[in-house]
């Protein structure tokens, strides 16, 4: 059986949220690096956060009115789908799955909240150090501003272990299910198997 009657190449990645993706991926990482490295005033990292923000607002939006594979709707599923999906990770022959399959759903999610996470606790954050106080720290109680810089470092660390999963992730697809998920996220087009 030819690879055209088990698969079709279909459209699913829609150029706004590859222009999402890519602009969020780069966007994350530099914010980062300035928060670990970069000069004692903040002014670049702040701007850059609030670019994020604007991302995950559009994000969040087109997850309501998107095109289908963009949706949340279309691709959460439930706790049995996810570990159906799960009882097949390991096959070493490519998923084809519409869009973002259960587990990918799953890290979509984790990184959104991560990521809202991160800029909440930056716009409040006050590390009492007269510059690079967060636009809505006077807003809340000042042991809460405080205490936000400290989660505002959290939040850090765990949306790098997020990335660093989401990149080993598509590693593993890509050497193990021999299934490349990069290509779809540039183009837009990928390979789905018909069920």
């Known amino acids: 059986m030819g690879r055209s009657r088990e698969a079709r190449k279909i459209r699913v990645w829609d150029p706004a949220l590859r222009f999402y993706h890519w602009t969020l991926a780069l966007l994350v990482v530099v914010n980062w690096l300035l928060g670990q ?42 706790p049995s789908a996810v570990a159906g999906y799960l009882r097949h990770v390991l096959d070493r022959t490519p998923s084809h799955w519409f869009g973002h399959n259960p587990l990918g759903a799953l890290s979509v999610i984790a990184m959104l909240l991560a990521l809202i996470w991160q800029v909440g606790t930056g716009l409040i954050s006050d590390p009492e150090d007269f510059v690079n106080v967060g636009p809505l720290a006077g807003d809340v109680p000042g042991s809460l501003s405080r205490k936000a810089v400290g989660w505002h470092s959290l939040g850090g660390s765990i949306v790098l272990i997020l990335l660093f999963l989401h990149v080993a992730m598509i590693l593993f697809y890509r050497l193990w299910k021999n299934e490349d998920l990069v290509r779809p996220m540039i183009t837009g087009w990928k390979w789905v198997r018909m069920r």
């Open 37 to 78: 490295f970069g000069p004692n005033v903040m002014t670049l990292h702040f701007s850059l956060g609030y670019a994020i923000l604007a991302l995950l607002v559009f994000r969040i939006i087109w997850g309501f009115v998107g095109p289908a594979p963009a949706r949340f709707g279309t691709f959460l599923r439930g």
